[in-house]
C-alpha cells in the first residue's frame, strides 16, 4: 500500500489545483418574517433584468455560491418584481437590500435596516466607508429637528452644524473615489453622491478613472452631462435656443441675451419650495437694477400652463417668461445640463457667461460689480 500513497497525494493535489476559483456568499436576515422566503441576486442597475440566481432563507440565513470572471456590481433584494426604488440617503442600502461587488471569494452579507456587505478587500473598504458615514449621520434626526423648532438661533445652529456633516461627507466619499478610481464600488458612490460633488471634482475623477469604473450604470450619463456643462461654463458663450411665452409665441434666447444687457437666466418651477423662497429676491434685484442695464429670462420647468400662469402671479414676476411645458425634460435645461433648481446663470452684455448658481446677497453683489 505505501507504494500508492504518493500517486493518491498526487491525485488529490491535481485536483485541489485544477477547482476553480470562485465566491460563497453566506447571508444572514435578522427579520424573522422573511424566514421562507428567496433572496435574489441581480445585476445592478439594469431595468428588468432576469435574477441571476436565488436563495431560500432557512432560520435567518441563506447561502450562494458561484464563479465571477471579473469584479462586477450585484444587488440582492426580496423582491423578484419590479419595485420602486427605495428613497435613502446617498451612500446607504435600502432596508434588507444590497449592492455590493461580486468578486471571487467569501463574502458576509448581513441583510438588515442598513445591510453591509465585507469579505473582500473592496467590500470592506466599501463598508468602512459606510461606517463613516453612518456615524457622522448620527446627529441628523436632532439638527432636522432643531431646523423645524422655530427658533430663530437653533436654526441657525442646526443648520451650520448639518452644512458642516454634509461637507464632511462629501469630503470622505471624494477621498475614498480618488483612492478607488479602478473600482466599481467608487463608481456607484460618485453617481450616488452626483448632487454633492462639484463639477470640477467630477472632472478631475472621471478623468482619473478606467474603463471599468466608467462601465457602471449612470457613469455615461454624467459624462455626458459634464460635457455638456463644459458648453455653458463660465467663459463661455451662451447657448441660444427658442421657447413658447405664455401665449404660445416663439422667442429665441438672443433676443435679450448678449444684447448690451446683463441678463439672469432663471430656472424655475412654481411647484419648486427653494425657487419660490428665492423670488423674493429677484423681484428685488429686478426692480432695483432693471433700469440700470439689468435683466431676467425665466425658463420654468412647469408641466402644467394653469400652474406656471398662477406662480408667476403669485410670486409677482414681471419679467419675460418661457416654457415649453415639459417639465424636467425642458429643452432650454438639458442645453444648460440644468439637473437641479433653482438654476442661475448670468451672463455678461457680450453674451458672455460670467457667474453660475448665485442667490441672494452674492446674486446682488456680482449685479453691482458688472454693472459699474
Known sequence: ?????????????????????????????????????YVYL???????????????????????????????????????????????????????????????????????????????????????????IKDLRSGIDKLVADMKSGDENLIKQAEAKYEEIDRKITEAVVNYILTHTDKQSAAKN???????????????????ADSSFKSVPGISYMIDHLNVLKKVAVGQKFTDFEMP?????????????????????DFWASWCPPCR?????????????????????????????????????????TWTQLSDLKGWQNGGAALYGVNSIPHTVLVDKDGTIIAKNLHGQELEDKIKEVLK
Open 245 to 265: 411665452d405664455a401665449k404660445g409665441e416663439m422667442h429665441k434666447l438672443s433676443e435679450y441675451v448678449g444684447n448690451g444687457k446683463v441678463v439672469l437666466i
Open 190 to 208: 460618485l453617481y450616488d453622491f452626483r448632487y454633492n460633488i462639484s463639477e470640477e471634482q467630477q472632472n478631475e475623477i472621471i478623468s482619473k
Open 42 to 132: 441581480y445585476e445592478y442597475g439594469v431595468k428588468d433584468a432576469a435574477p441571476l440566481d436565488s436563495a431560500l432563507v432557512q432560520n435567518g440565513a441563506f447561502a450562494l455560491k458561484g464563479t465571477q470572471n471579473a469584479p462586477a456590481l450585484r444587488t440582492l433584494r426580496f423582491s423578484e418584481e419590479v419595485v420602486e426604488p427605495v428613497r435613502v440617503a446617498p451612500g446607504e442600502n435600502a432596508p434588507f437590500m444590497a449592492t455590493f461587488v461580486l468578486e471571487n471569494g467569501k463574502l458576509a452579507v448581513v441583510l438588515d435596516s442598513t445591510s453591509t456587505v465585507s469579505g473582500t478587500p473592496e467590500n470592506d473598504a466599501q463598508k468602512e466607508l459606510q461606517a463613516k
Open 277 to 317: 423662497a428665492e423670488m423674493p429676491n429677484l423681484v428685488k434685484a429686478y426692480k432695483d437694477y432693471k433700469g440700470k442695464g439689468f435683466d431676467i429670462v425665466g425658463i420654468s420647468l412647469d408641466s402644467k400652463a394653469d400652474a406656471w400662469a398662477k406662480g408667476v402671479k403669485d410670486l409677482n414676476i
Open 1 to 37: 500500500m505505501k507504494k500508492y500513497l504518493p500517486i493518491a497525494a498526487s491525485v488529490l493535489l491535481l485536483a485541489a489545483c485544477s477547482e476553480k476559483p470562485g465566491y460563497k456568499i453566506t447571508g444572514t436576515v435578522s427579520n424573522n418574517d422573511l424566514n421562507g422566503k
